[in-house]
């Protein structure tokens, strides 16, 4: 959720802290703040609410200098969005905090200090890290052992950066579910809460595993386990470069990570298919051997990840032949699941890191799966290394918050992994290439689906002043017309429902009149027939349908109803190409309505609490 930048160096590091930050804005935020260690040892400490760019601003006003500082940008939780509650915070004239998550126990915490004497200026949990943190540093503790002994009495997942101004030499974090990553320099150090923070400053980076507290000065970093010894973390060059994070010509990240689909895709594909043929390898050594043995797959994860899991689902069970149950991670994990023998675990997510489906994964492991398996965009994430198989999408840095290029890599990914699982169940060399082709074809659909941008910048005139809109499709199609409906809703904030349509009947249909717009995807499927079916009886009731059907189906432009005529694309990778136009619309939409496209309110990239 919130984001989190730290810095110790023999240079001013808060222009470093500030662009950070910046780079840190997909991640969601209501306030911003920056603490530095000023030359004469004391605390400097500026705050805002709202946006990174109103933070700097204050800091052009009244400018802070030091070589030692950390910055945030807050997402409330505990208190309201008030500069008071803005992060970082401070204890006395000594310690100060910045943090991410929840700290569950806060309040008796917050007892025991009231009753020390310590005054609380806000209404946050994380106030009181800082004052603990303080009362350990009083008793004599080191920092390192005052945020260990701190640490030790929280409860919650939560990440800290705390620094003290009596001891100038060091930063100290602390990693409990929530990620930090560690950047290397050349007589400094730094440390995010995401790579794309530090790409102007370095490449180098240590990603913390859980428990881990770390100890940051100029010259070195020394990181302690979850079990209270030295522990050794091993150093990762990212391929990430600066520009990546960066628009470009592009009016708004979204469009431009819309637009980096085709290339991302292929990336996808690289390594996955040799000489006509999947690669299970590609997932891990003993991949082959675990996916011969899979009957069943149990698929967990959230939001738009979620909706990459249904489409799955519709492929691994048609083409696998193996029975497949998706569920949103959040309901997972507090439910008593039973595991058929020889099920799969499955897990989706874009940073590797979303709570709840990190913890249904470590739920999973002990559950008696005969493996897990991943599929994400983060290489060094807490879900990649903790599971037994991956498959990395390759999709590169998204900074829009409602994902494009990260959920259409996670379909191909799906797809790709239900040809190794078929593959291994028996599915023959010539069954097979009759499908690889369509898989290395979808790079170039996509980008053919693309050129409708400017059709659908025009249609994006009929949805701009409505209220709610209706998404429909049957099949595969069905989670697809859920993405639609996502897209349109997080970025626009226009209501927007889908339901697969053969539905309809069963309680929709009260919702159409002439004011409800109705968007239908309809590939040249064996559904066809149903759905044309489903939307005569919208068209009987005055509703206005949108319908993205492909040029071979005949359908055509009729009173009460747009037809877009879309590329063809063959069945089994037209959930990826019909996702494209979707995006082009919610994005069209949002433009004209002037809502902040990449940062839409109330929203984070990557959600790291419950």
């Not at 806000?122 to 106030?127: A, F």
């Amino acid at each position: 959720m919130c984001g989190i930048v730290g810095a110790i160096g023999e240079r001013n590091i808060v222009p470093i802290l500030v662009e950070g930050l910046r780079r840190l804005e997909y991640r969601g935020y209501d306030s911003a703040g920056v603490a530095v260690l000023k030359d004469d040892q004391s605390i400097g400490l500026c705050k805002t609410v709202g946006k990174v760019a109103e933070l700097d601003d204050k800091l052009e006003a009244s400018p802070l200098r030091g070589m030692l500082g950390v910055a945030h940008t807050r997402w409330a939780t505990h208190g309201g969005v008030t500069e008071a509650n803005a992060h970082p915070h401070l204890s006395g004239d000594r310690v100060a905090v910045i943090h991410n998550g929840i700290i569950e126990n806060y309040q008796e915490i917050k007892d025991e200090l009231l009753a020390k004497g310590y005054e609380f200026l806000s209404e946050t949990d994380t106030e009181v890290a800082a004052h603990l943190v303080h009362d350990f540093l009083e008793q004599g503790s080191s920092l390192v052992e005052a945020v260990q002994q701190s640490v030790a009495r929280f409860t919650g997942a939560f990440a800290l950066l705390v620094f003290d101004a009596e001891d100038p030499d060091r930063i100290v974090v602390s990693r409990v579910a929530s990620p930090l990553v560690i950047g290397l320099g050349i007589g400094e150090n730094f440390v995010a809460s995401g790579v794309p923070a530090l790409l102007p400053v370095t490449q180098r980076f240590i990603y913390l595993e859980q428990g881990d507290i770390a100890e940051i000065t100029r010259d070195a970093v020394r990181v302690v386990g979850a079990d209270g010894k030295a522990a050794e973390r091993e150093v990762n060059e990212t391929q990430w470069t600066s520009d990546a994070a960066e628009k470009g010509p592009y009016r708004h990240f979204m469009l431009k990570e819309i637009f980096e689909q085709p290339s991302a895709l292929a990336d996808t594909l690289y390594g996955r298919i040799e000489s006509g043929h999947v690669v299970a390898e590609s997932l891990g050594p003993q991949a082959a051997k675990m996916l011969a043995e899979v009957e069943h797959i149990h698929v967990v994860a959230c939001g738009t990840s979620y909706h990459a899991g249904c489409v799955g689902k519709y492929w691994l069970e048609s083409l696998a032949g193996v029975t497949c149950q998706v569920e949103i991670a959040s309901e997972y994990r507090y439910r008593k699941v039973v595991v058929p023998p020889k099920t799969l675990f499955l897990t989706l997510s874009q940073s590797g890191e979303t709570a709840d489906t990190l913890e249904a994964l470590r739920i999973a492991k002990q559950a008696g799966y005969i493996g897990t398996l991943t599929v994400c965009n983060s290489a060094h994430s807490s879900m990649v290394r903790e599971s037994d198989l991956t498959m990395m999408t390759q999709a590169g840095p998204e900074i829009g918050v409602a994902s494009t290029k990260a959920f259409t890599t996670q379909l191909l990914s799906m797809l790709i992994v239900t040809l190794m699982l078929a593959r291994q169940r028996g599915m023959s060399v010539e069954k097979e290439a009759e499908f690889i082709p369509y898989v290395m074809h979808t790079a170039v659909a996509v980008e053919e689906a693309l050129a409708m941008s400017d059709g659908l910048k025009l249609l994006a005139e009929d949805f701009a002043e409505k209220h709610h809109t209706l998404f429909l499709g049957r099949g595969p199609m069905w989670p697809i017309a859920m993405e639609g409906a996502l897209k349109l809703k997080e970025i626009s904030y226009i209501h927007a429902e889908a339901y697969a349509a053969g539905e309809l009947k069963h309680g929709p249909l009260a919702l159409i009149d002439e004011d409800m717009p109705v968007v239908v995807v309809a590939p040249n499927n064996d559904l066809l027939d149903k759905l044309k079916s489903n939307m005569q009886v919208v068209r009987a009731r005055g509703g206005q349908l949108y319908v993205f059907a492909d040029r071979q189906t005949g359908i055509e432009n009729e009173d009460g109803m747009t037809v877009i005529g879309m590329p063809h694309a063959d069945r089994l990778i037209a959930p990826i190409v019909y996702t494209v136009p979707l995006q082009l619309l919610a994005y069209h939409v949002a433009v004209l309505k002037g809502t902040d496209v990449d940062q839409p309110r109330n929203l984070a990239k990557s959600v790291t609490v419950e």
